[in-house]
């Protein structure tokens, strides 16, 4: 990881003189690197390197004043960063878990789903709803035959009676109609 | 004439099976021979299928290899096989397979080899004859055949559950393909009353002009059973079953090959033959194929067995399949067509690993894993790199047949694109997890720790679906060199049909139209 870390830190330093500002001697030389496939970028000569001067010179000492503090309370005075963190305990344990982002995530989109897929869709909507009239379709048929299975008794006198009175209905339709 | 390669491809399997037949001895010394014999014989197969990838003309749109006699002439019923850029692969993938699919059961089958072997080559044979067939009689034929050892596959070899399992299979697929059957019959008579007489012949029933009425039942039927086939949700509930319940070499080769026969049915039968109706019913189907994806991606999700996992993804992946077939254009269908490919390797990828855990421990269950990276590092590397293809990462297999899908959807509409590009996210979250929970953390069940790392015969039977997901990953055209002529000149009959359609409905009332007449070439 330290390696990863190490090979990052080296880019990072050296990186930036890529896009250097005319200001420090540079000359937009990535922007210009990338014409080829973009276009020219719209030439803002005119900006003054005054405004220019002002955000490098901000953003350094945003860093360094960052530097500053971070190395006073970590290397300079541990007692005062746990002094820091006793006071705003609250405030500290949110840093902690990162805002809780993971916990809300999980919360809010991750559990509803899991637990909407699982217990809605796949044990009712599948199971019971699609499955189970795919399974009744089955179970009615045979439920249907066991019933007209009863008809075939094996009875021979059973039979006959069926076929007498089957005669009766069709004699008796014809000669009532 | 020439050789008859198509016919050999279809008959080489039959043949072994007899062969096997004949071998004596019981079960301890018979098997080993057994198995070799089957092994060589599909290998053989798959060798005949690569000569015919490479003397195939790939420019060409048009039937090759065509072979054509008459079988039942006063029914015009022939024997008229061929194949085009659509069908070509699919018959390399199904030979590519099954000998994978043999040698992945080596190990777990133990009982009467013989007779599983003897099904797994009725079974290649039944499926390359799906592919094959240009006669609608003989394609139905080869459709039924094709259930008939699948059913003995699940019913004998698999799991505790099988025999629910297996039934639920062979009826539901033949609940379907019974009506594809009358649809079939009736398109045979609608020749007779156009010409006086009957024919079976695909091509000439593509120049069939239906009544608009009689398209909408004939490509409902039709669709049905390839809908119950791939399957597309809500009829897919027959297919977690007997994914789960069946033996490897079975989930292999129904999820490899088998569900391909319905998004095969599709663009070969159902939205050529009834183009007008197809293009009625198309928006619906692609409703459901999207919430397919997104409905079986979250629902694997949730699966505790990791077959049942695989299962359910695969309803998904399906999904962008029949999504890039309705879209009805050049990235669509190609994209559907690569992607049929892709899902045999990532989709077969997978339940031959899960086959290998399943061996080691008789268990499925995720919980029962964990932290086996550790144990096993050879076999977690495979399981990642195919996980990896499933979920389509680029640089595999399963991104170029998704990309172009969402291309070509995007370009018909681009919400349905939308929807279905949100499979693309739950695919990684599913499978990341799954393989996370397996693999990753400590080991928490001891029985795990003394687990063997991959054997010879698993190295033998893993690499080269590593090696073909890459392939297909980097060198696309390859692939889709042969298959793009085939979609466009089936793009232009349908977009053809579609729009001569629209303009003799103004020219005319449709009242006293013929049921069916010849299209005006």
Redesign the interface.
Known sequence: MALALIALAIGSVVAGYAGLPTLLGGGDWFARYLEPSFGAAPVAEVVEHGLEGTLMLVSVAAALVGIGIASYYFLKNRRAADEMAGRFAGVRTLLLNKYYVDEIYDATVVQP??I???EG??KVV?VKV??GA?NGV?QTVTGSSELVRRLQTGSVRAYAASLFLGVVAILGYYLWR | MSFPILTSIVALPVVGAFLLLLVKGDEERSAPLVRNIALMVSVLVFAETLLLWARFNAASSDFQFVERHAWMPAFGIEYFVGVDGISLLLLVLTAFLTPLALLGSWESVHKQTKAFSIFVLLLESAMMGVFISLDLFLFYIFWDAMLVPMYFLIGIWGYDRRIYASI?FM??TMAGSVLMLLAILGLAYLHYTATGGYSFDLLKLYDLQIDLHLQFWFFLAFALAFAIKVPLF?F???LPDAHVEAPTAGSVILAGVMLKMGTYGLVRFAFPLFPEAAAYFAPALAVLAVVGII?GA??A???PDMKKLVAYSSVSHLGFVVLGITAMNTQGVSGAVYQMLSHGISTGGLFLIVGMLSDRRHTRQIVEYGGLKKITPHLVAAFLIITLASIGLPGLNGFVGEFLILLGAFRWDPRLAAFAATGVILSATYMLWMFQRVNYGPVTNEKNATLSDLQPREWVVIVPVIAVAVLMGVLPNLFLRPIEPSVERMLNHYHQAVATRVQANRERPASDAPLARRRQP
């Open positions: 789903i899991r909407l897929s699982q869709l796949w599948d699609i499955d795919v089955g | 639920k009826l539901y809500p897919h509930t027959w409905y979250l629902v999700m949730v699966q």
